[in-house]
T-cell receptor
Framework: EDKVVQSPLSLVVHEGDTVTLNCSYE??????LLWYKQEKKAPTFLFML??SGIEKKSGRLSSILDKKELSSILNITATQTGDSAIYLC?????????WGAGTKLIIKP | DVKVTQSSRYLVKRTGEKVFLECVQD?????MFWYRQDPGLGLRLIYF???????EKGDIPEGYSVSREKKERFSLILESASTNQTSMYLC????????????FGEGSWLTVV
């Protein structure tokens, strides 16, 4: 059965810290991996990764895919309280999107 | 920008009532989805549709039905609401022409009492 596992499930850090969120997957036919940020409402798109080893970057956020390890990481540097959210990872496999349970990130001032 | 609009943000319904959740997208996406999201369980797919009048069951279709009469509109129907359907419902759309990135609506918080 296809599955996506995120770790940790929750994380509390102080403003200014750097965090690394993990997403690992076991799917039959990998096509792409997506990261989303969800605050109090709907998830918003962050990155789509299809090629191994190529870093995608947007401001203080970056993500990279490792197809050999079947995983991806999302890095956030110099965290701010506005980064507090649930971060969701999803993998496209056989035209279906499989979601992880999310990592709840809390940034303390 | 893609816009996915869910007509109801917060609803409170009684057990046994019929509930309609409406979703409209404005980007001519062929794919539309309904998810529910519960703490600790992540996003679970209820139904999806890849074309007008087409629908496919997701992971948890029991107790739900859907309707897609027009390309831009995808409705979720709870025929007889039950308390275990209290949840946040998210509508989403995507298109192969935009890389299959999924765009979500704002979410509908449904409480069944």
């Amino acid at each position: 059965e296809d599955k996506v596992v995120q770790s940790p499930l929750s994380l509390v850090v102080h403003e200014g810290d750097t965090v690394t969120l993990n997403c690992s997957y076991e799917v039959t036919n990998f096509r792409s991996l997506l990261w989303y940020k969800q605050e109090k409402k709907a998830p918003t798109f962050l990155f789509m990764l299809t090629s191994s080893g190529i870093e995608k970057k947007s401001g203080r956020l970056s993500s990279i895919l490792d197809k050999k390890e079947l995983s991806s990481i999302l890095n956030i540097t110099a965290t701010q309280t506005g980064d507090s959210a649930i971060y969701l990872c999803a993998v496209y496999s056989n035209y279906q999107l499989i979601w992880g349970a999310g990592t709840k990130l809390i940034i303390k001032p | 920008d893609v816009k996915v609009t869910q007509s109801s943000r917060y609803l409170v319904k009684r057990t046994g009532e019929k509930v309609f959740l409406e979703c409209v997208q404005d980007m001519d996406h062929e794919n539309m989805f309904w998810y529910r999201q519960d703490p600790g369980l992540g996003l679970r797919l209820i139904y999806f549709s890849y074309d007008v009048k087409m629908k496919e069951k997701g992971d948890i279709p029991e107790g739900y039905s859907v309707s897609r009469e027009k390309k831009e509109r995808f409705s979720l129907i709870l025929e007889s609401a039950s308390t275990n359907q209290t949840s946040m419902y998210l509508c989403a759309s995507s298109s192969a022409f935009s890389g299959n990135t999924i765009y979500f609506g704002e979410g509908s918080w449904l409480t069944v009492v």
